[in-house]
């Protein structure tokens, strides 16, 4: 009896530590969401390349509408996990939109978005911007060029509109901190106006990723900030320019993750794992070789089923260059990173950041404490599976000891690596937010349209 007891109590205990072969998967059959974007990439390889089957998961992959949709599916069930931006999952943690305890345990890449600006406003701005012995623009373009098109259009009476994708999204972050960073106000949130456009120079709001282009060409909006292959259709349609990308604004930053809801993860734990297996692979494949297969992968997404643009289109970014006006094509080998510089690990630091820009634009109405962006950024992003999944791709072979921080607490070295060079140190996001130029500072809060200072509650 002791002997039979020993033995089911080992195999309890190991389950976890078992090839995915042998673990028993508490759900086989996924449905899958995503947006037709190239950063919903691992999906696509990980279902074409065999890596979900690999792990005994037979998945369908589910283009969805829109972001609001891919959240409110994965809450209700009908999807089992989804292509989410970095910043959704932390915002239904705080309650910003849709309150929900979503997690993720994997980021899917880094970089990939751009800021393209109408013609018009490029004519504009062009005077302002510094060009080389070739008559090519300098690169990084800050906002500063933008003002002069910004103030022409606010002298004939007209709002200079500029769109992003979601409410929390990375582009809607990037997009507000090139502006801010020369002195061009993105607008204010507060709880009685979600528009996102009090005080603003420049009026931000939401237009799904694939109607962007068409917008921009029928003047409803005069630029955006979008993942591609959107800024890219801008050159390919001769509506627009993309001036800056996110790479510029803020180099290696996080841009979509996995999602899945905290009682699905807690309900299928090896289900999870095998998931995530399949990712990592898939975002090391997407990378290998100093980017061998981009080529492929580009023909794969620009199947209708996926992203369905043109491949020339998806292949100017997703091959290591990027196009910033016709003609003006340049290296940037990093404008898509799968799986490089441990882009798939979800570091809480990551997360720390997205929160203080939440509190910068008001979406979190009152100052915190360091504490509270430490606790909630480690409530979402799950380090703990994301590390076991990689442990069993070692023991299995599949991938290398050094792929992967096993050393790190979380949080990425400070850095000076954004646009403005002012430093990130996502241990200490309060003294942070105090050095942005423009932004709500600890004890702010907006009320009835002004921003007025209240007793700071302990925001340390």
């Given at each position: 009896m002791f002997r039979g007891w020993l033995l089911a109590l080992v195999g309890a205990l190991s389950t976890a530590q078992l090839p995915a072969a042998e673990l028993e998967l508490e759900k086989e059959q996924l449905k899958l969401g995503f947006i037709k974007l190239t950063d919903m990439a691992p999906l696509a390889i990980a279902y074409e390349k065999g890596f979900f089957e690999d792990e005994g998961l037979y998945v369908t992959l589910e283009p969805q509408a829109n972001w609001k949709v891919i959240l409110d599916r994965v809450i209700t069930g009908e999807l089992d996990g989804a292509h989410m931006l970095a910043g959704q999952p932390l915002g239904a943690a705080v309650g910003f939109g849709t309150k929900a305890d979503i997690v993720t345990a994997f980021s899917m890449d880094l970089n990939g978005n751009?800021?393209?600006?109408?013609?018009?406003?490029?004519?504009?701005?062009?005077?302002?911007?510094?060009?080389?012995?070739?008559?090519?623009?300098?690169?990084?373009?800050?906002?500063?060029?933008?003002?002069?098109?910004?103030?022409?259009?606010?002298?004939?009476?007209?709002?200079f509109q500029m769109a992003?994708?979601?409410?929390?999204?990375?582009h809607n972050y990037e997009l507000r901190y090139w502006l801010a960073a020369d002195g061009l106000h993105p607008g204010f949130y507060s709880p009685s106006d979600v528009s996102g456009q009090i005080k603003a120079d420049v009026f931000l709001s939401v237009t799904p990723p694939p109607q962007m282009p068409a917008a921009l060409e029928a003047g409803t909006i005069h630029g955006y900030c979008v993942g591609e292959p959107w800024n890219q259709q801008a050159i390919f349609k001769g509506v627009g320019v993309p001036v800056i990308t996110d790479l510029e604004i803020w180099k290696n930053n996080p841009e979509k993750v996995f999602g899945v809801t905290r009682a699905w993860a807690e309900k299928h734990p090896n289900t999870h794992l095998a998931l995530l297996k399949a990712l990592i692979r898939a975002g090391m494949w997407l990378d290998e070789n100093n980017g061998a297969n981009r080529k492929e992968a580009a023909q794969i997404l620009s199947r209708s089923e996926y992203v369905g643009a043109d491949y020339r289109v998806i292949a100017n970014s997703m091959t290591g260059t990027f196009e910033y006006g016709r003609g003006d094509k340049r290296s940037v080998p990093d404008f898509n990173v799968f799986f490089r510089y441990f882009a798939t690990y979800p570091y809480y630091s990551d997360a720390v950041w997205y929160l203080t820009q939440m509190r910068r634009w008001g979406q979190i109405p009152q100052?915190?404490?360091?504490?509270?962006?430490?606790?909630?950024?480690?409530?979402?992003?799950?380090t703990e599976p994301y590390l076991r999944a990689a442990r069993m791709l070692i023991e299995e072979k599949k991938a290398k000891q050094e792929d992967f921080p096993w050393d790190s607490d979380g949080f990425r070295a400070p850095t000076k690596d954004f646009i403005d060079g002012v430093e990130y140190d996502g241990r200490k996001p309060?003294?942070?937010?105090?050095?942005?130029?423009?932004?709500?500072?600890?004890?702010?809060?907006?009320?009835?349209?002004n921003v007025v200072t209240k007793q700071d509650r302990g925001a340390t």
């Open positions: 751009a800021i393209t600006v109408s013609n018009e406003a490029w004519n504009l701005m062009k005077p302002h911007v510094p060009m080389d012995a070739q008559g090519k623009p300098v690169h990084p373009i800050k906002a500063a060029a933008l003002k002069p098109a910004v103030d022409a259009f606010k002298a004939n009476g007209k709002r992003m994708v979601f409410p929390v999204s990375t100052s915190q404490s360091d504490q509270w962006y430490h606790a909630t950024a480690k409530k979402v992003y799950l309060n003294e942070y937010l105090q050095k942005l130029q423009i932004g709500l500072k600890r004890g702010q809060v907006v009320e009835s349209g």
